[in-house]
């Protein structure tokens, strides 16, 4: 018993952290790129280069979309494939659920290279036809590797301008339920002014006629008599009435909150 009581709080803590990661995965943003076109060098090379800048991407968050699963998922759309205008975008936005999509061009002239990215937005009923943002780097007379690395700073320079969605923010939890109204007092400060009226009218209706050794005292059942119908009768209005206030919600004014305000 013990040990499943301990295991409750841990598997709750597990179920809460994976909540956690898979509201994150699902804001986490999402890039296409459509092309990533080599002028001047060897086929070879746009692999390595095309790596280099989707792993840019990659390692800053974003979920990208490479060029050949792009060609793959828009194959019953080749027209969309190097089309920038707004309906394109908005149409291939739509198909691949992404926010954003980058194009890419790589000039190779011997050892230098220059790498060219736009990046369109793919929001709104119609988003611009122009790149929301163009970003270039260069490389001058480097190998491989150094051209590799250009583009990984190639993918952080469009990363600055690729805006993170706002996460879905669970509701505050609703306030807890008021507490019950307290009624016990109330409905007892009734019940004993009732008993009051009803010992005072007892009192009085215990009284004989008035002679001369007994007017006295039938003046004495006279006063407490009425005092204790008088008090009854307060203690009883008061504590029904404020039962049924309390009863209903509401918050009763009585006498003595008044004056405790004053």
């Avoid at 060029?67 to 205008?85: N, V």
């Avoid at 220059?114 to 369109?120: D, E, P």
């Avoid at 490389?139 to 690395?149: F, N, Q, S």
């Amino acid at each position: 018993m013990w040990p499943r009581m301990r295991l409750l709080p841990a598997v709750a803590l597990g179920l809460t952290i994976l909540g956690a990661a898979a509201s994150s995965a699902e804001a986490r943003v999402r890039v296409t790129i459509p092309e990533f076109q080599l002028e001047g060098g060897a086929p070879a090379l746009t692999n390595q280069l095309q790596d280099g800048f989707v792993l840019g991407l990659v390692r800053a968050g974003i979920q990208v979309i490479d060029p050949s699963d792009t060609a793959h998922k828009l194959e019953g759309h080749p027209e969309l494939g190097h089309c920038d205008a707004s309906p394109c975008l908005k149409s291939i936005g739509q198909i691949l659920d992404v926010g954003y999509i980058v194009r890419v061009k790589v000039e190779v002239a011997g050892n230098s290279y220059k790498g060219v990215a736009r990046l369109f937005s793919t929001e709104g009923a119609a988003p611009a036809a122009l790149p929301i943002a163009t970003e270039s780097k260069s490389c001058d007379v480097c190998t491989v590797g150094e051209a590799r690395a250009t583009m990984l700073r190639l993918a952080d320079a469009v990363r600055s301008h690729i805006d993170e969605p706002i996460p879905v923010q669970a509701p505050p939890p609703p306030p807890p339920p008021p507490p019950p109204p307290h009624l016990t007092g109330p409905a007892l400060v009734a019940m004993v002014g009732a008993l009051a009226v009803a010992a005072g009218a007892a009192v009085l209706a215990s009284q004989g006629s008035c002679t001369a050794t007994a007017c006295s005292e039938n003046r004495s059942r006279n006063i407490g008599g009425g005092v204790l119908l008088g008090t009854g009768a307060a203690l009883t209005v008061t504590g029904a009435y404020v039962t049924i206030v309390r009863a209903r919600g509401g918050d009763p004014v009585t006498g003595a909150a008044v004056g405790w305000r004053w």
